[in-house]
């Protein structure tokens, strides 16, 4: 660098920046007017953030970078299994945010250095960023289940990422003989969509209630209790006959050996609770413990809880400056919702937008509604409003709430049909 | 598909377009959004809706938006849901969104809906609606709110709603509606509400 001096040497390497915008649009965008924010996932929260951010300040340059060039929600993919709904139903791409300006990469991102504030991407790019946004969801935890693991996952499915997954496990239901047994696990707190879970038993009854009436599904939990459970049995007590002998669902609290330690994909069976009962099945469903993305946790944005440290107003990593992290993956008192996710990528973007612009965050606002399609025109949903509090984030006290308990049936059944509608717009929001 | 999409609604909606990205980098928009983009996840872009069970809210006018949320939010007005949402949010957060909300053009989605049915509706809503309805539910006026191009199970809840008297209403409209349900019952109410969702021109 003898015979240039610094300040010649960045005109120089601004010059190839410039060159290589055109030329290798994706190596560095140090040149961008109001900034470069690039966002690893398109899902709920990611897809969120790129539209938003380029509808508040069209001279910030957005990258998404998502690893497939198709997104099946989980949101709505009980009812795939429920046989009212296919899969394609689920299936979304990522056109009209390309047209809104959003430079799409479709590659997994592989590495953050946030020193260097680079990604780095399985097609081998590096992308400079000014702000990061991280929305990669969830990592199952395979080992938290001996015998469990990706390999066993195509064999029993646990459909817990939409998609081939939740292909599997249905078609495993329709093959299955009338007087079957299925089974699904549920996992430990925290979790992706805590009343999941419980909308996926009723909707696998639902299904062998109308199609194969002599069976059963059994639910062994890792917990003693559940979102909405009051709400969930008054429904399956309606619906499926809970309670009775001839019930099509029975469940298993941790307290009653519900919480699976094994399975054995060679006999089709789970091993439940301190004494290890064994349970047989013909479909086995084992939904494992979870935590954040790999990518997070790779990248040291995880702390020893396996999930996301975040400031809870701006989602800004309280271990990584200038990276955000939302949705799933984020620790905050949000359940961990596609709704979440969509609420927290809106308070990001204003964060991102006011730091960017060199201003003061405004005040935030955070909101969730999860519905649960119990059955036949039967929804039940919850909701909160949340408000930045001293750190946390505090339910607005009052506001929210549950389904009431002595809800009409046309109550419930206008539940089913907001469930659908609600999905249709987020969708949109997400999409469109 | 967009039925309204005139040339110059067409070129209005580019105009306030540029305005808006124009103005919304600055704080003031920003903090709107913020609230405001709590409600389009459910009530769809601009508070246009593309799930038929939930209503557009976009056009709506200040008055009605207001008393729609402080009636949720006080439970004299009963939802499944937007009791429990009203309630998280102040008179000033309802303001910000009213204020939104009526300034957004109302987008009418193509929706199907049964010609006869409209056609008798029609007649109905000359003799007993039209009134405080205005141009077949076009205008929002005296909290008539924005009928026209509305989904269709929207607007049969809604009337079922009303017919059941679970839904207030202003003693004029109990009267009509007692009056139409008296001669066609729950039928007509279906027509009435096949003639609104049918409505894609203003007249
Ligand atoms: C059965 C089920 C039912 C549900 N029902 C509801 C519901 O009714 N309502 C509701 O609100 N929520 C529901 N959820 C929860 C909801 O799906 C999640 O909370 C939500 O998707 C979280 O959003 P996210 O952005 O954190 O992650 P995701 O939406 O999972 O998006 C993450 C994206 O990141 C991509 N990605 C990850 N790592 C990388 C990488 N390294 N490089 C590139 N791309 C990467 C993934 O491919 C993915 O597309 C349900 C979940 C399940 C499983």
Redesign the interface.
Known sequence: MSTLNRRQFLKASAGLAAVSAVGMPYLSHADSKGGHVVIIGGGAGGTIVAK?LR????SIQVTLVEKNADYYTCFMSNEVLGGDRTIDSLKFGYDALAKQGVEIVTEEATAIDPTAKTVTTSGGKTLKYDRLVVSPGISLVYEGIEGYSKEVAEKIPHAWKAGAQTTLLRGQLEAMKDGGVVIVTSPPNPYRCPPGPYERVSQIAHYLKKHKPKSKVLLLDAKDSFPKQGLFIQGWTKLYGYGTDKSLIQWLPAAEQGKVVRVDASDMSVYAGDLEDKHTADVINVIPPQKAGKIAIDSGLTDATGWCPVDKRTFESTLHKDVYVIGDAAITEMPKSA?SA??QA??CV?AI??SL?G??M??????N?CYSIVGEDYGI?V???FKYKEGALAS?E????V?PSD?SAD?LR??V??A???????T??MF? | MIKRNTLSASLFMLLSMGLHTAASAEAPDLATGMLVNTCVACHGPSGSSHGPAIPSIAGMSHDTFMNAMTTYKSDERKETIMNRIAKGYSEADFEVMAAYFAKQEFVRFPQETDSKKAKAGAKLHKQHCENCHADNGFTDEDGSSILAGQWLPYLEASLSDFSKKEREMPKKMADAMKAVMKKGGEASLEQLAHFYASQTKKP
Not at chain 1, 362 to 367: A, L
């Open positions: 938003y509808k508040a300040d069209p709704y969509n609420s809106k308070v204003a937008v006011t612009q201003k003061e405004i005040e935030p606002s955070y909101v509604t949903s909701a909160a409003i607005v009052g506001a929210g709430g389904t809800a109550h206008r539940e049909l907001y659908h509608s609600w999905f249709k717009n987020i949109v929001d469109s």
